[in-house]
């Protein structure tokens, strides 16, 4: 057995939230996510103080492509109700967050998605509300591509739907209508 390396700290929600706690001015309010391969980690509250709410969801990433998509690359009726079942775990925590917080990522997941959009790399990048509906319509086969061909190319993993499916029902189910995604040396 060979050892695997931890993920980067800051990529677990809880952890990226301290990190982010202790630099922001004091009374921000922030809202951290984390979408792994089998769970989804929240953590919501104001900068100097511990999370207000700290949420393990049993939702993530490969779990939902390998349990809800009969291929790698998923159906449109798949791909809308594993959103919609994502959904309906988010959608209950809205009350729980910190009034008025920013949301952040560090996660290599949402970072793909953001340069799926067509946002261009740099350390740090905010992905629109916006932007993930017009990948989810792309990949539900109801939006061609902006730019046509020179469009960027969706990656054709299940993990890769999973992923926007389940940002997708984050921004939407708490309210955000963007993520800010922060470089693991930034974080």
Do not use: K, N
């Amino acid at each position: 057995m060979t050892d695997t390396p931890a993920p980067p700290v800051s990529e677990d929600a809880p952890a990226l939230y301290r990190l982010l706690a202790q630099d922001a001015p004091a009374g921000s309010a922030l809202t951290t996510l984390h979408i792994g391969g089998s769970h989804t980690t929240l953590a919501s509250g104001e900068a100097g103080s511990a999370p207000l709410l700290q949420r393990t969801l049993d939702m993530g990433a490969r779990v939902t492509a390998a349990t809800r998509f009969a291929q790698d690359t998923p159906r449109s009726d798949e791909l809308q109700a594993a959103a919609e079942a994502a959904l309906a775990l988010f959608a209950p925590l809205r009350e729980r967050l910190a009034p008025g917080s920013t949301l952040y990522t560090a996660d290599t997941g949402v970072r793909r998605i953001a340069l799926a959009a067509g946002l261009p790399a740099q350390p740090e990048m905010e992905l629109a509300l916006a932007d993930v509906e017009a990948l989810f319509e792309r990949l539900l086969g109801h939006r061609p591509p902006e730019g046509g061909d020179d469009a960027p190319q969706l990656p054709p993993e299940g993990r890769f739907a999973a992923a926007l499916a389940i940002l997708r029902a984050c921004l939407l189910g708490l309210g955000f209508e963007r993520i800010c995604i922060r470089s693991e040396a930034l974080a």
